[in-house]
C-alpha cells in the first residue's frame, strides 16, 4: 500500500484511480511550448539542453479534478538545477492559462517549490531538499483539494493549501519543463487520487 501523509489527509494511492500510466512515452501524445528541444523516447522523456531559455512538454489529453503526478527524474551533468513538472494547467490561453508549476532545484536558489500560474499569487519555496547531477529522484507531487505537496524519495518535503484553488470543473493539462536546463524523465504515472481525512494528535 502506497500512503501519503499530509496534514490532515492520508492519500492512498493504491487505491487511486489512474489517469494515465506511460509504459511507452509515444512523440506525438505530446505538446511543446516554447523552444527548448525535447527527445521523446519509448522510456524517457528528456529535455535540453537548452542554455538560453525554457520551454514546457503537456501530455494532449486534459483531465478535471485532483491530479497527482508519480516519476523519476534527473538532472543531466554539468546541470545542476529545474527539475520542473506542470498540473492541473490549462492550455486554453498561450502559453498557458490557470495552472501550477512544481520544481526541485529551481528559484535561483537550489529550492524546491510550488507556484499557480499564469498569476503567480500562489508561490512557496523552500530549501530543505536541493537536488545533485546524475542522480535519479523518486518524486510524488500534487494537488488534493486545495492542498498541494512534494514527496521526494519517500518523504514529503514540501506542502501548502491555496487561498484560491480551482475548481473540480478546470480542465487542466499536466506535463513537464526546462529552464536552462537538461533533464530526464520516466515511469510516470498520473492518479486521480483517493483520499480521507486524518486526525492530528501532538
Given amino acids: 500500500m ?11 494511492l493504491s487505491d487511486s484511480g489512474i489517469l494515465k500510466k506511460f509504459d ?6 505530446w505538446i511543446v511550448v516554447g ?16 542554455p538560453d531559455t525554457h520551454g514546457q512538454l503537456f501530455y494532449k489529453t486534459p483531465y478535471s479534478g485532483d491530479m497527482v503526478m508519480e516519476f523519476d527524474a534527473k538532472l543531466i551533468a554539468p546541470s545542476d ?9 490549462s492550455l486554453t490561453t ?27 499569487a500562489l508561490s512557496a519555496t523552500s530549501s530543505s531538499c536541493p537536488v545533485l547531477s546524475d542522480k535519479w529522484y523518486h518524486i510524488v507531487s500534487g494537488a488534493v483539494g486545495n492542498h498541494h505537496f512534494i514527496e521526494v ?7 501548502l493549501t491555496d487561498p484560491n484553488p480551482l475548481p473540480d470543473s478546470h480542465v487542466g493539462h499536466f506535463g513537464f519543463g ?3 536546463s537538461h533533464v530526464e524523465y520516466s515511469n510516470l504515472t498520473v492518479y486521480a487520487p483517493k483520499w480521507r481525512s486524518a486526525e492530528e494528535k501532538y
Fill in 81 to 89: 538545477h529545474d527539475l520542473v513538472w506542470w498540473y492541473r494547467t
Fill in 94 to 120: 498561450q502559453p498557458w492559462g490557470r495552472g501550477y508549476l512544481a520544481a526541485l532545484g529551481g528559484w535561483f536558489r537550489n529550492r524546491a517549490g510550488i507556484e499557480s500560474v499564469p498569476d503567480f
Fill in 2 to 12: 502506497k500512503n501519503i501523509r499530509l496534514l490532515g489527509k492520508l492519500i492512498d
Fill in 24 to 29: 511507452r512515452f509515444n512523440p506525438d501524445d
Fill in 35 to 50: 523552444k527548448p528541444k525535447w527527445t521523446v523516447t519509448g522510456s524517457s522523456i528528456i529535455g535540453g539542453p537548452d
Fill in 153 to 159: 524519495d519517500n518523504s514529503v518535503i514540501f506542502e
Fill in 178 to 180: 526546462i529552464y536552462q
